[in-house]
């Protein structure tokens, strides 16, 4: 049966394996290769793999599978054994931690070039070719002491006028719209067959959960005292909410991976708290409204704000009159361009300043341990690091406000070696290279290329400096730059560094608008010309809202 999904899973005592997901092609037939490393671990045992094969979220076929391979038919009817849903079945998978844990072993099944893609995650520009680099060249590249580091560079590492904590926006945004458990950096993917665990809009379902019905551990016991419409906060204590281990209590466990990032997590509890609070207690559909006009107001931020600051405001406003590339609307199923969440937006990386102040006695490293670094993320924060938003963002009150760094090719060095990643392999536990491993697994078209298509100025290697890179590494001349390579390098070249190029402003800026323009629920289908209603405490504009003003009403500053 062609164009369905074939789901393989390790059944193990622990918990169960997703080793390999691929669309059938047109005859009904697909490929998955597994390595012996694939099988290892405590609980495994002996491989025993089952098939799954399904129909958006109907299961059709249930079977067992020979671990030594070869070919195997299946006959797409229901099976009398209990086996999981589809979601189930896509849910068997580990906590991740930037996307290090999920499906293992799985080679590409390469797609139609014009194939836009299926489940969640498709892809802007299906009609291109996937770039042409050398794997070990892209691990080498973004190694520490290589062309990414920033401590390596000849010159000073300048900053921007961007105030630091738009950073962590970025991140909490990039939270809130993705989640791909299941995908793997050290394999080859078939980007086609990926599913996005997060519903792609910009809805807070990261802070929401499921609701109150669902999620009920995110919010109050009414059983206690308190109300199924608030959030659960830590009692007298600056941070989320947390059991017994430390574990946080949050819709999403990655906003709880760095220091700064789960204070506003924390930030954005308070906000729905502080904003529920502020209709009459009589409310009708109290929670609902409150949920609305925290979600509109954050996609004001967004909008107004974000994407100004962060993109060529040019190409935001030919965006807001229309968009060209990603062109869903209200009635289509929503998806994330891979050339926006394995490339364009992963901007931030070179954001991302080595050192934070984050009060007026705490400062170090964002990610590490000892007593240099702010936190190892995932861990409860004592009150003496709580974040002082006035160091990240201009809240008005004469703070001395952190900058973030540049937009260019270049990473902080704890980017380069990143403490919490357990591998043996150097190029793992470098973003940088991460990065432009995952942009190939993914079979992104190159930079130039992108830039061709979309008519706009295109940049050579030497404009890039790309063409040195090339030189030092002995890779063919005529190699044309990774499209995040580029996206970072065009931002120097044409922005100096203070907001993103033509092509990655287009690339970014057509998502995030189209996604807040194709929701049925946001501002801008239901009532399009809706303005902030909520107090503006920092900015003290009428018909505006600001980051800065969503936490002095959080945390009752203003």
């Known amino acids: 049966m062609p164009n369905v999904s074939a789901l393989v899973v390790d059944v193990d005592l622990g918990v169960d394996d997703p080793l390999g997901a691929v669309s059938t092609g047109l005859d009904g037939r697909f490929d998955l290769t597994f390595d012996a490393d694939a099988f290892d671990g405590a609980l495994e045992g002996a491989p025993e793999l089952r098939l799954y094969v399904f129909d958006g979220g109907t299961r059709l076929a249930a079977r067992a599978v020979d671990a030594d391979g070869g070919r195997v038919e299946v006959t797409a009817e229901r099976p009398t054994e209990a086996v999981p849903t589809m979601d189930e079945a896509m849910g068997m998978m580990e906590e991740m931690h930037h996307g290090l844990s999920g499906l293992r072993g799985m080679t590409n099944t390469p797609r139609a070039p014009t194939h836009p893609g299926q489940g969640r995650f498709g892809r802007m520009f299906p009609y291109l070719d996937a770039a042409d680099h050398d794997v070990e060249f892209l691990k080498d590249l973004g190694l520490p002491g290589n062309e990414l580091d920033e401590s390596a560079a000849s010159g000073s590492v300048a900053d921007s006028e961007t105030p630091s904590g738009f950073v962590f926006v970025g991140q909490f945004v990039d939270h809130d719209i993705t989640l791909d458990p299941l995908s793997s950096l050290s394999r080859q993917v078939d980007p086609d067959a990926i599913r996005n665990f997060r519903t792609p809009r910009l809805d807070l379902d990261s802070v929401y959960g499921s609701g109150p019905e669902v999620s009920r551990f995110l919010y109050e016991s009414p059983f206690r005292g308190g109300t199924r419409d608030r959030f659960l906060l830590a009692d007298g204590r600056p941070d989320l909410p947390r059991n017994r281990e430390g574990t946080a209590l949050v819709g999403d466990p990655r906003n709880d991976e760095n220091l700064v990032l789960s204070q506003f997590q924390y930030a954005m509890l308070n906000f729905h708290n502080a904003v529920f609070e502020g209709f009459p207690e009589d409310t009708e559909n109290h929670f609902e409204r409150a949920q609305q006009a925290a979600r509109w107001h954050y996609q004001w931020i967004v909008l107004e704000e974000y994407l100004p600051m962060v993109c060529d405001e040019t190409v935001v406003d030919a965006v807001r009159d229309g968009r060209r590339y990603f062109t869903i609307g209200r009635e289509d199923r929503a998806y994330m361009p891979l050339e926006f969440a394995g490339a ?14 984050v009060n007026d006695d705490a400062e170090g490293k964002l990610f590490g341990h000892g007593p240099d670094a702010l936190s190892m993320g995932f861990q409860p924060v004592p009150a003496s690091k709580a974040v002082d938003w ?6 008005g009150d004469g703070t001395d406000t952190q900058l973030a760094r ?20 150097a190029w793992q536990r470098s973003l940088a290279s991460r990065n432009l491993v995952r942009g190939h697994n993914l079979g992104l078209p190159s930079g130039q290329a992108v830039a061709r298509a979309m008519g706009v100025e295109t940049l050579s290697n030497d ?12 890779q063919p001349t005529d190699t044309e730059a990774p499209l995040w390579y580029y996206v970072l390098a065009e931002a120097r070249e044409l922005a100096d560094g203070e907001h993103l190029g033509p092509v990655g402003s287009r690339i970014v800026a057509e998502v995030l608008v189209g996604l807040i323009e194709s929701d049925p629920r946001s501002f801008l289908t239901l009532q399009p010309n809706w303005t902030p209603t909520l107090p503006t405490p920092v900015s003290g504009a009428t018909d505006d809202f600001t980051t800065a003003d969503l936490l002095a009403l959080a945390l009752d500053d203003g």
């Open 390 to 395: 006035s160091h990240l963002f201009e809240m």
């Open 344 to 357: 364009a937006y992963r901007f931030g990386h070179s954001q991302a300043r080595l050192r934070y102040r």
């Open 406 to 425: 540049k937009i260019d090719p270049l990473l902080a060095p704890d980017l380069l070696d990143l403490p919490f990643v357990s591998s043996d392999e």
């Open 463 to 474: 404009d890039l400096g790309f063409d040195a890179i090339l030189h030092a590494h002995d």
